[in-house]
Every structure is written in structure tokens, then in C-alpha cells.
């Protein structure tokens, strides 16, 4: 009988930290669930990937979320770890912001996070063990002039995260956050700052790597906030 891979799904499956987490999750051995909002943009993706499917989820539609969640379980089998990566926010001045911007913000950072951790929480709390890790942002820890709308949202993700680790690391859960705090490494950055050097950046397979780092610590010995930044940024 085969063995069954364990499962990893990957929210937010976009270019840059979506699609390292996915890549390193599936050279590890496991089976790798991409979602996006749109899954024929993550398509290409998953062929790219051994073990990878697509699917499209809204993260901030409960139905969406249930609907996605019992397909993947029953494509894969019970989710063992789930990394949110999903992130939504405008660059705007609180004068700037409208109220559904602001909403919209919160809808995919923070109230996302708590319906797919609701979505994996009981096969996980049934077995005693799994994880679920937050990619959260400098804007979990401070807010800024132009981030009226998303500091706010990822602020009130890292705080769901903390709850949630008190409540769940006890039961064999491990829920961490991974704070990156830097310009991810794309093309549209790389484009928008071309005067910058490579070292300025953020490398996404090495957020991924500390992903893995996570996902696999020992239980005694488990880390609840992380920060990943290149060594030339200012904190």
C-alpha cells in the first residue's frame, strides 16, 4: 500500500513567498494544495510542482474556505500543515483609505486566517499534532503612513496568531508567525526600485526555508514569532 504523503496547503499561492513555500513543502515529501482567489492564475504553478494541485478559494468567503477545505481532504487527506499567505491591503494615508478598503484589508489578512485555521483546527486537535504558520509583514508590528488600511489588518492577524498558539500549542499544534520584514524579491519590485541592489531584497526561498525550519521544530522546543529580513535592513 502506498503511503500516504503528508499535506501541506499553501493560501495565497501567488509568485514570490507563495510559491517558495510551495516548492519547499513539496521537496520535503509533501502533497502541496495551492489556493488562490483565482486558480487559473496558479495553475501553471502547479504543474511546475510534483504532488502540487490548484484550487481556487476565496479566503474570505466561509463557504469558499468549507467548500475547498473537504475537497482537499478528500483529494489528500487531512491538512498537517497550513501556511496563510494571503494578503491584501492598499498603500494609502488614513485620509486617503475608504471604509470597504479598509474592510477589504481585514477581510483577507485577518478574518481569512481565522476560517482556514477553523477549517484544519479539529483533524489536527483529533491526531495532537500539526501546524499553522502566518506570513505576516512589518506592518504586524508597526504601522506607517501609507498603511492606514493593511498595518491594521496584519496587526490584528499576529494577535489572532497569539491567541490561537495559547490555545492550541497545548493540544500538539504548533502556530507561528513569520514576519517578513523587507521588499520581497519580484519582478514588479525589482522594477519599481531598479537602482537597488540584490541584497536589499527579500529572498523568497529563504523565507521558505525558515517555513520548513518551523513546520518541523522540535515540540519542545517550538517558536512562536519569527522575523526573516536581509542583513542590510534597518529595524
Not at 467548500?67 to 478528500?74: K, L, P, R, S, W
Amino acid at each position: 500500500m502506498k503511503e500516504r504523503k503528508p499535506v501541506a496547503v499553501v493560501a495565497g499561492a501567488g509568485p514570490g513567498n507563495g510559491a517558495a513555500l510551495a516548492r519547499r513543502f513539496a521537496d520535503g515529501g509533501y502533497a502541496v494544495a495551492l489556493l488562490a482567489r483565482n486558480g487559473a492564475k496558479i495553475a501553471g504553478l502547479a504543474e511546475q510542482i510534483d504532488g502540487a494541485v490548484a484550487y481556487a478559494c476565496d479566503v474570505s468567503d466561509p463557504a469558499s474556505v468549507g467548500t475547498v477545505f473537504d475537497t482537499i481532504t478528500a483529494d489528500f487527506g487531512a491538512v498537517d500543515v497550513l501556511l496563510f499567505n494571503a494578503g491584501s491591503g492598499v498603500f494609502k494615508s488614513v485620509e486617503e483609505i475608504t471604509a470597504a478598503e479598509f474592510e477589504a484589508a481585514w477581510r483577507v489578512n485577518a478574518y481569512g486566517s481565522l476560517l482556514c485555521s477553523q477549517a484544519v483546527i479539529p483533524a489536527m486537535k483529533a491526531r495532537g499534532s500539526g501546524t499553522i504558520l502566518f506570513t505576516g509583514a512589518t506592518a504586524s508590528l508597526r504601522g506607517g503612513k501609507r498603511t492606514a488600511a493593511f498595518a491594521p489588518a496584519k496587526a490584528a492577524q499576529r494577535s489572532l496568531a497569539e491567541s490561537m498558539a495559547r490555545t492550541l500549542w497545548p493540544a500538539g499544534i504548533h502556530v507561528g508567525l513569520l514576519i517578513v520584514d523587507g521588499v520581497v524579491d519580484l519582478p514588479g519590485t525589482r522594477q519599481a526600485m531598479p537602482d537597488k541592489e540584490d541584497d536589499f531584497f527579500v529572498d523568497p526561498a529563504g523565507v521558505a526555508e525558515t517555513a520548513w525550519f518551523l513546520a518541523h521544530q522540535d515540540r519542545r522546543a517550538w517558536s512562536f514569532e519569527v522575523e526573516a529580513r536581509p542583513f542590510g535592513e534597518r529595524w
